[in-house]
């Protein structure tokens, strides 16, 4: 049984996996000693992995490496791709974790991935295992949060299921400017990227089950990819 955790920029993820199968998975706003113990001492994981964005308390770390076999994702921690990045000492490990669970599943296939979370990430993975790269942008909640607290009179909104393409009101205006801002980004990101490689498109994060249905490229949303990729990276390392 192995353990993943995914210290993101607002959540804590924890699950466990055994046989490939996930059958435990939480997200918490914040971690604690208590929340981690219990769920070792219920679930005796024989091995672990952690990829950590975001942050944590260091006796949480200290805790599963205590009890068992642990990997800190790094941008030295060996993984089933070849690393076309040029800077790979500064590619987030959750961008390299998702690309890796793309490629496992979708072999032999060209795949785009998009997480959209705190901020959007791109990745590009050919279909003989190389990472090529990608992009970043601004998530859903940074573009409202940015045009709240740089302006004076601007007001912090949040992302709604109906909303205009032609504002008739500051906030129509803010929420037209913003997700249609978004969707028409990450439609043109696909396509352009459809004029040099036939490509299957992923979409994962939180914003992911909000955009899926609003893009007019064909696309599968897989909210566990995070979680996959870092599980196979941990087979990889260890068995």
Do not use: W
Not at 38 to 57: D, E, H, M, N, T
Not at 71 to 96: A, M, S, W
Request: glycine share 6%; charged share 20%; with cysteine.
């Amino acid at each position: 049984m192995n353990l993943v955790l995914d210290i993101g920029n607002t959540f804590a993820k924890v699950a466990l996996i055994q046989d490939k199968e996930i059958f435990f998975s939480k997200s918490y706003k914040e971690l604690t000693l208590k929340n981690l113990d219990a769920i070792l001492s219920c679930y005796s994981p024989q091995k672990a992995i952690a990829s950590i964005v975001g942050k944590i308390r260091p006796e949480l770390i200290n805790l599963i490496r205590s009890r068992i076999t642990t990997i800190i994702l790094d941008q030295n921690t060996p993984i089933p791709l070849k690393n076309q990045y040029n800077t790979p000492e500064t590619l987030g490990y959750d961008r390299i974790a998702v690309a890796v669970a793309a490629n496992s599943l979708y072999p032999n296939r060209n795949v785009l991935i998009i997480d959209a979370g705190t901020a959007i990430t791109y990745e590009l993975v050919t279909s003989d295992a190389v990472y090529l790269g990608g992009a970043i942008s601004p998530g859903i909640s940074l573009r409202f949060n940015a045009l709240n607290s740089h302006t004076a009179k601007l007001p912090l909104l949040e992302k709604v299921e109906n909303y205009p393409l032609i504002g008739q009101n500051t906030s129509e205006c803010i929420l037209s400017g913003v997700l249609n801002g978004v969707i028409g980004e990450i439609d043109a990101y696909i396509d352009n990227v459809k004029n040099i490689y036939p490509i299957e498109t992923v979409l994962t994060g939180g914003d992911s089950n909000f955009l899926v249905d609003k893009l007019k490229n064909s696309i599968f949303v897989n909210q566990n990819l995070m979680t996959i990729g870092l599980n196979k990276i941990l087979e990889f390392n260890l068995g």
